[in-house]
């Protein structure tokens, strides 16, 4: 893939850029070492400062980078200046609470062990080389970088392709703040070109948001190099209904937690598997309310939907869609490809969806939505665990018994009680099964990339 900016609105392209070659590669990562020197011996308190200017820039930048973003990857303007705040808020979560998060613990009792006092100090490992997507293309960065600076860290960021001018303005957003010259920087390479980074010795972990072979890929050269690794990959979310929910909020809902970011979320609802009681009122609402959104020209402030951010990804979703009709599948919203430029998927609601369609287990990542129907708990706990993914989950009911069970039962690294999956800055994410390992966000996500050091003293 090209790394250039293709307009999905349009399908044009914008702007495209030359790859970096060897010798730019490896000043790169010397200046990411030299970074790294430098940012160690700094104070929390200096860290803290200077990742609060970068989120003060970033507020300040907002409405040319939300349309940037809307622009590279065909976001609804009023979501994309949204991910550019969110993000400065999670700069300022680490700037808060990374010296709290990363303080040195001691044992109460060392004589236990031993010694006169024992306990575990962090300490930063160098550089973390990230592999990023182009669906969240500020906050999937920005919610590795803020803790990976904050801790001493490092960071070299290899972007998807498709979004070069958001990598590039994240190439200098750490310095522009005051952090020394090199602590975070990108690479403008071709996916092929991953590895010897990551084989650098310099190079002392990884993190990737992206697809699962993407992922089976990268940890692959990681465990044969002995890197540690935080891998975020795709998701087939279960939205579970049962009778006692709020039927018309759920619906609502619904909506928005397949349709967010044009339906291109790892964390999106996917699969709504609601039970017989209330399937019919559920789905009659559900059709009705996907069937209203606008669909349209992201830069529109009116828009809900805009288009699928490539073409390959547009294609991929039509046939998605088309095996499952073919199959027996019914579209009681959408099902097509929109007679208009760009590459617009229309949102589509399917229902009689069977194991022996491909959207049955694999992953929509498009405005496309499955209606499964329930005959009691059991049967839609079987059907939201069926799938090799396991990211999040959500379930609306307000039976408390019946709220504790799905939790405990749940195949996935969150459960959403009556509202949808989103990242928080205070929580912890990640998934199990195919979607990954480690975790991001809170007090674990800074700890990911610290060395957890025993010290004992005699």
Sequence with gaps: MAIATINPFTGLVE????????????????????????????????RAEWMREAA???????????????????RPIKAARAEVLKSAKGLRYYADHAEEFLAPEQLTDPSLV???????VYAPIGIVLAVMPWNYPLWQVLRFAGPALMAGNAGLLKHASNVPQAALYLDTLFERAGFPAGAF?????????????????????????????????????????????????????????????????????????????????CIAAKRFIVHADVYDEFTRLFAEKVAALTVG???????????VATESGRDELEGQVADAVAKGATALVGGFVPDRDGWF?????????????????????????TVYRAADREEALRIANGTTFGLSSAVWTNDAEEQDWFIR??????????????????????GVKDSGVGRELAAVGIREFCNLKTVWRG
Aim: glycine share 10%; aromatic share 4%; proline share 7%.
């Design 15 to 46: 702007q495209e850029f030359e790859p970096h070659d060897d010798a730019e590669i490896e000043r790169r990562i010397a200046a990411a070492q030299s970074g790294f020197e430098a940012l160690r011996s700094t104070t929390f308190a200096q």
């Design 56 to 74: 003060r820039l970033l507020e300040e930048d907002a409405p040319q980078l939300g349309r940037l973003i809307t622009i590279e990857m065909g």
């Design 114 to 120: 031993g010694a006169s006092s024992a306990g575990t």
């Design 185 to 265: 920087g990108t690479l403008l390479i071709p996916a092929s070109r991953v590895e010897g980074v990551l084989r650098d010795p310099r190079v002392k972990a990884a993190t990737l948001t992206g697809s699962e072979p993407a992922g089976r890929s990268l940890a692959s050269i990681a465990g044969s190099e002995v890197k540690h690794v935080v891998l975020e990959l795709g998701g087939s979310d279960p939205f579970v209904v049962m009778p006692s929910a709020d039927i018309e909020k759920a619906a609502s809902v619904a909506v928005t937690a397949r349709n967010q970011n044009n339906g291109q979320s």
């Design 297 to 307: 020209d992201p830069l529109d402030e009116t828009t809900d939907v805009g288009p």
């Design 345 to 369: 998927y229309q949102p589509t609601v399917l229902t009689d969806v069977t194991p022996a369609m491909r959207l049955h287990l694999e992953e929509a990542f498009g405005p496309v939505a």
């Design 409 to 430: 039962g749940l195949d996935a690294g969150a459960v959403f009680v009556n509202g949808m999956t989103a990242s928080y800055p205070e929580l912890p994410f990640g």
